[in-house]
């Protein structure tokens, strides 16, 4: 890193001109023929093609029981539904996740306590899970934040110890194994997102899985309007409880079981893509790359990186903008999911926005407990919200190329960073109206 190259914000040659790869979904002829002889068969509600999806599913994982619907936030509000959370419950969620990892619960009318992350692996702490907990806790939800297998043992000790169950939202987790076995198999149940961009995709979708009989049953339930599967999907008898349709259609399973075959290859691509980038990027200072977990492997389903301030003398966002200018970091994903706040923080939770215009379930008869929400709650996740930049997909159609443009322009945006801050000089990219967005 010579330091010599002008900064492409600052008006110098960009690293890359063309622009980075969409992050689009890998589809090949083979989901093109499936969905046609779907569309042949005339059968395009869920029906034996999504059966066979879900033994895949099953098969792929080595567990009794898949259930796909519709996305993996419905994958969450089934899993919940079937453990029985409740009005007066709390679930114990993380505040580093995607924002339906918590909300699920509000869907059952129970309340979201959020515990503290790792700092290594962004992932739920077990020293604050056993700190939040209450009387009135039902469930744990730890949650892959990028693809590392969270550490499971020590927070299935806790759940034993207190008798909670425990729901693994591996949405970003499809492959990760931990301790030999697949993510997802050490819990109670497990869910999965197959959206767009994920590792394998049927547009939208998701998936739970499960070695409980009863639990799948329960979940099979909630997904086809609380029907009984014992008397089958027309039956007009169901269990008298609220229900609602989160089934998926012949023509996802069909997409989902070529996607299933080419599993294994789409793992493999996208880990030589992360540790590529690591190696290429491993000596560079003022940023920390993402560890890999002692107790598992991890599936590279975003490539991040955390800032640090106190070495390059600027904060995420100018970083991320210098990026931008280089062609390789796109500026509008900043205010989606490339740069989530610490959910404790987000207005949903601060106000307690209930439902109907209420505070229900944070404040209402059937809740006992007593929640509050704001900053200091989560100080790791707090803090790690200003510092970790989702840098890039490393998808299977990620080439050499792509990621070799990636490194060098970090490179190059490290290198003046430091001499800018040797020098004295202040860097300040971020307009007002930058920062108002986030």
Known sequence: MSGKELLAIEGGAPVRTEGMPPEADF??????????????????????ITEEYEKKIADWFGVKHALAVTSGTTALHV?????????????????????????????????????DIDPDYLHLDPADIERKITPYTKAIIPVSAYGAPV??????????KHNLWVIEDDCRAIGATYKGKKSGTTGHIAVFSTVAGKVISTGEGGFAITNDDALYEKMWSYSDFARKRSLGSSSKYHWGLPCTNYRITNLQAA?????????????????????????????????ILPKEPVWGETIYYYYLIRIQQEVLGSDMLNFALA???????????????????????????????????????????????????????????????????WLSSVNPQMTR?????????????????????????????????????L
């Open 255 to 287: 997409i989902g079981i070529e996607q299933m075959k080419k599993l294994d290859e789409f793992v493999e691509a996208r880990n030589k893509n992360g540790r590529y980038l690591s190696e290429q990027l491993k000596d560079v200072p003022g940023i």
């Open 27 to 48: 589809f090949g002829l083979e989901e093109l023929e499936a969905v046609t002889n779907v569309m042949k068969s005339r059968a395009l509600r869920r029906g034996n």
């Open 323 to 389: 990026l931008s200018a280089e062609g390789v970091f796109d500026k509008k994903l900043l205010p989606t999911t490339r740069w989530p706040i610490s959910q404790n923080l987000e207005p949903l939770f601060i106000e307690k926005s209930g439902y109907g215009g209420t505070k229900c379930p944070f404040e209402c008869a059937h809740y006992k407990g007593k929640v509050e929400y704001g900053p200091g709650q989560c100080p790791v996740s707090e803090k790690l919200h200003e510092e970790v930049l």
């Open 401 to 437: 190329k792509d990621l070799d443009d990636i490194a060098h322009a970090v490179k190059k945006v490290v290198s003046a960073f430091l001499e800018k801050k040797v020098r004295g000089e202040k860097i300040e990219y971020a307009a007002e109206r930058d920062r108002a967005l």
């Open 151 to 160: 550490d499971m043992d020590p927070i299935m000790e806790i759940a034993r």
């Open 79 to 115: 899993a919940l539904a079937a453990i029985g959370v409740g009005p007066g419950d709390e679930v114990i969620v993380s505040p580093y996740t995607f924002v339906s990892s918590d909300t699920s619960v509000l869907e059952q009318n129970a309340v979201p306590v959020f515990a």
